[in-house]
């Protein structure tokens, strides 16, 4: 009699089990898919920003008394959004525009760009090959907005 019990109980304890994992991995994938979906929705609203900002200055328009502040804002939300590929083309762009940013750099700048880099770090960028420099990151704070894109 023990033995007829034996495997529907087995059978049974086995779908239980099988359930409760595939309703966990249901919820990690959810969870997953919500949070890359949220990230890329970001990644979209500074992207905007970038274009705006940069559209305004090319077009004349940025002389309003909050574009400088926008644009200081949206540098930081680049360097903490954007992939390691656009934040090195976009470090090239400033360093090409802004060569003086990355002279005579004090220790503390070269600091604040080695913390930046950590940060991203943490964040799960990968920095492949050390392309990102830390001058780099400094140089996209320090630029100012002087000469005409």
């Known amino acids: 009699m023990i033995e007829l019990l034996k495997t529907p109980v087995i059978t049974g304890v086995l779908t239980v089990i099988m359930g409760w994992i595939s309703i966990w991995v249901k919820n990690r994938l959810s ?3 919500k949070r ?7 990644k979209r609203e500074v992207f905007q920003n970038m ?3 940069h559209a305004e200055k090319i077009f004349g328009e940025y002389h309003n008394t909050d574009w400088l502040e926008r644009f200081a804002v949206m540098r930081k939300e680049i360097v903490v959004w954007a992939s390691d590929e656009v ?5 090239l762009f400033h360093q090409k525009l802004f060569p003086e940013s ?3 750099l004090e220790e503390y700048e070269i600091h604040f760009g080695k913390a930046i ?3 991203r770090k943490q964040l799960g960028y990968k920095n ?8 780099q ?3 996209i704070f320090k630029a100012g907005w002087e000469r005409p894109l």
Do not use: G, H, M, W
């Open 31 to 33: 969870r997953a898919k």
């Open 36 to 42: 890359e979906t949220e990230l890329d929705q970001k």
């Open 51 to 53: 274009i705006d900002l």
């Open 87 to 91: 934040l090195f083309e976009y470090a």
């Open 102 to 104: 990355l002279k005579n």
């Open 117 to 119: 880099l950590e940060f």
């Open 128 to 135: 492949k090959n050390s392309k990102i420099k830390v001058e």
């Open 137 to 139: 990151i400094t140089a």
